[in-house]
Nanobody, 124 residues
Framework: QVQLVESGGGLVQAGGSLRLSCAAS????????VGWFRQAPGKEREFVAA????????YYADSVKGRFTISRDNVKSTLYLQMNSLKPEDTAMYYC?????????????????WGQGTQLTVSS
């Protein structure tokens, strides 16, 4: 069993920065890839970024590439998402998720545990 708890969301102006965190419980965090997804009102959940078990491989959605950075600390069992140059279209509920395997994954069906989400609102 894995529990994921996101934090760090809030209200920020366009062009600003924010870092999301996701604290994981359980001893298996370091063995699996993890990712961030987001869901805006009236839209489907979409992939944002993912990182493999070691932190050596990452993958980003085109919409955030060059602005967001995903990282992890396996000692602290924590996942991060550094978000820079934020835009109003980044406004969404952000979820962290644990994958079923150790490789980077984009599809939400590849993830088996999800956090409750943290809200990011970017004002123009």
């Amino acid at each position: 069993q894995v529990q994921l708890v996101e934090s760090g969301g809030g209200l920020v102006q366009a062009g600003g920065s924010l870092r999301l965190s996701c604290a994981a419980s359980g001893r298996t965090f370091s063995s699996y890839s993890v990712g961030w997804f987001r869901q805006a009102p009236g839209k489907e959940r979409e992939f944002v970024a993912a990182i493999d078990w070691s932190g050596g491989s990452t993958y980003y959605a085109d919409s955030v590439k060059g602005r967001f950075t995903i990282s992890r600390d396996n000692v602290k069992s924590t996942l991060y998402l550094q978000m820079n140059s934020l835009k109003p279209e980044d406004t969404a509920m952000y979820y962290c998720a644990k994958a079923k395997g150790s490789s980077v994954a984009v599809l939400s069906t590849y993830y088996d545990y999800w956090g409750q989400g943290t809200q990011l609102t970017v004002s123009s």
